[in-house]
């Protein structure tokens, strides 16, 4: 069991971490080649803007749930998108 100042100790450790992470992902995006995209991710990518959720997505597309799910995977394998929380529902993002 920690104490509180071994848990506060541990949490800076690892936000120091995480901040250097980010700097590291940063400098190896900037630095790699852009990953291609087909036609068809670019439709799906153009609606990652933090505010669409899977459904809104579909419904904008017009393209399947099996589809859209297979594209966001791809583009998130890429590294082109992340999804996140929004106000209690999950939307995608471009990175």
Do not use: W
Not at 57 to 86: A, D, F, H, P, Y
């Amino acid at each position: 069991m920690l104490t509180k100042e071994q848990f506060k100790k541990l949490m800076q450790s690892l936000k120091s971490i995480e901040s250097k992470l980010d700097v590291l992902v940063a400098i190896h995006r900037a630095s790699a080649p852009k990953p291609k995209t087909t036609p068809a991710e670019k439709v799906i990518l153009k609606l990652c803007d933090n505010k669409h959720t899977i459904d809104d997505i579909i419904k904008e597309s017009g393209k399947t749930r099996t589809n859209v799910e297979s594209l966001l995977s791809k583009l998130r394998k890429k590294g082109q998108i992340m999804s996140v929380k929004v106000k209690g529902k999950r939307v995608y993002k471009r990175i």
